[in-house]
């Protein structure tokens, strides 16, 4: 980053609180830009608040692939499936399937996953360094990324997943039953027989709080906060960005849309198109024990699910579901989970469930971000439709949009992240 005397500072918006939001707020208030922060709600309340808190450099592997294509049947038909397609959001969500779908043919998954590395693989160097800005390096716990198999035949499913990330140069490692003990003594030594390890990768137990230290650190760099619900974004005649909310208007030099599954109304507001819809996700938390269960995040691919060791106890976090930003949560799925917690963690069999909670992913049916400048309104950026890797991606988004403010050419090639590319 340059320095905030060679920048020129700007007045900047940046729409949305959320972890893409925060981290945008604090890499621009860096560079001397003149930041303010719009959020309806609280800093970091939203889906930014509930994830799994995973920072997973290996995540190269998108989300639509030939197997899951192949799952695609069951979306609709199975009422107890890890992911879900309502019955009643089927022909709003019709496109984006059909743009999913596209997305997962073999070609397709090589060029994305080629996109999401350069992202991915600097996920925790560029966290590092808004961390270290705003003392919240103790936030992130660089314990790696643990996925466990009942089978044999569940770790071949993996195959796709190895090849991609051997091709990025990702570095994992293939775990025994007794590796996997030695990590992790609470799991029932019946729920696996081996396991897959990314050692790279970092964990956030409490994903609000970090959304807030970055947020402080914007603060103390000048950064103000407005809590308002945004309505309407548009250049005005006197060059400047007219960011229009329920109780007033302001101009800004700039703005930056991180408004998470919220950011299609102000994309359309400008004339760009984009394919973004919300795969719903769930969390069902358990009581606090007395010592720890677990000391990193466990993911349970046969069920479609990660067992987090969170800083109020451990949560249960899972479930795909497209049905728009408006209906009401369904926890019938993910209650249903909590047997197999039992059964694979007995440590959970005595602590109550605590909350349930759902989030809204901003997903595009690629699996990449929109990280860019608008191409009908150059004052205005775009940071958002992160997907299952919002907390991953963040930081380097931040940093990228922070370039692109200041004018610098980026570290690699942003094409494949561009608004226009549906
Ligand atoms: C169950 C679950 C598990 C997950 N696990 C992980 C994980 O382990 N690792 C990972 O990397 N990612 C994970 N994710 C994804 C990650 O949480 C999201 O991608 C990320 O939180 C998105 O951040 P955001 O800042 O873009 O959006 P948000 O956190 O949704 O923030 C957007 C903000 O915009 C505000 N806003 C919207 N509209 C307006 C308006 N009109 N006016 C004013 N404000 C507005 C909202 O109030 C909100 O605060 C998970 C997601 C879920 C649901």
Redesign the pocket.
Known sequence: MTTPEKAPKRSIAV????????STALALCAEGHAVTV????E??????????????EG?VTPTATPDVLRSIPSFIFNRDGAAVLRPSYALQALPWLLRFIAAGRPTRVASIAAALSPLVSRAMASHRALAEMSGALDAIRPVGWLKVYGSQAAFEHTTLQRELMTRHGVSFSLLSAQDIAELEPNLNPDSYTCGLLQPGSGFVDH?RAL?EKYFAGARQRGAEFVQ????ELRPNAAGSVAVR?ENSTRNFDAAVV??????K??ASQLGDRVSLDT?????LSFAPSNGPLLNR?VGFPEKDC?L?PMHDGIAV???DELAGLEAPPNYRRIRALAPFVHSVLPGTRSQAIQRE??????STPDSLPVIGRSPHCDKVFY????????????AITAQLVAGLVAGRTAPFDLAPYRINRF
């Not at 308002?228 to 309505?231: P, Q, S």
């Open positions: 729409l949305g609180a959320g972890i893409v939001g925060a719009i959020d309806r709600g800093v970091g309340a939203g889906t930014s608040s509930g994830n799994a808190g995973g920072i997973v995540a994903p959304v308002e619900n945004v309505l909310s991180a408004t998470g599954a919220w950011s109304r102000f795969e719903r996700g769930y969390h995040p990660v987090a976090v899972s479930i909670w759902m989030g809204y992913r901003p940071a958002f439709g992160h997907g299952h890797l919002g907390l991953t991606m963040a």
